[in-house]
């Protein structure tokens, strides 16, 4: 049962600007009222202009969202275009692949290179998991 949900912005920084706000308050209501609790990571709502100067800043929110044992699921606040930026910061420094865990992963449009990514993650740590068995 998912309890908490981790909203990051990986692509498009849209959520954090105030023309959307209205929207964002609406989508947080309306998971509460299910009984999740919503969590913002730090730069999912720093607006456009921050998400596109700093995809190591959006890799690190993810890298967080996994490590972290209270998030349920972790959802993509939106699509966009350049999620591809992130993955010299995930897997750069195999940083990723450390911190990845067993999690619902949503998104949509861009977020399907994030799923290809973790698809990639999954299938060395499976292979990995599976060899310390032997």
Request: contains cysteine; hydrophobic residues 40%.
């Amino acid at each position: 049962m998912v309890k908490k949900i981790g909203i990051v912005s990986l692509s498009s920084g849209i959520l954090g600007e105030s023309f959307i706000r209205h929207e964002l308050k609406i989508g947080v209501e309306r998971l509460n009222k299910y009984g999740i609790e919503v969590e913002f990571l730090p730069n999912a709502l720093k607006g456009m202009e921050f998400i596109k100067e700093h995809p190591e800043s959006r890799a690190k929110d993810l890298i967080t969202a996994f490590k972290d044992d209270s998030i349920d699921m972790i959802l993509c606040a939106i699509g966009g275009e350049d999620t591809y930026r992130l993955l010299p910061y995930l897997f750069g420094n195999n940083e990723l692949k450390t911190a990845v865990k067993q999690k619902i992963f949503l998104g949509f449009s861009n977020t399907t290179i994030n799923h290809f990514m973790l698809n990639k993650v999954a299938d060395s740590w499976n292979s990995q998991k599976s060899c310390n068995g032997l």
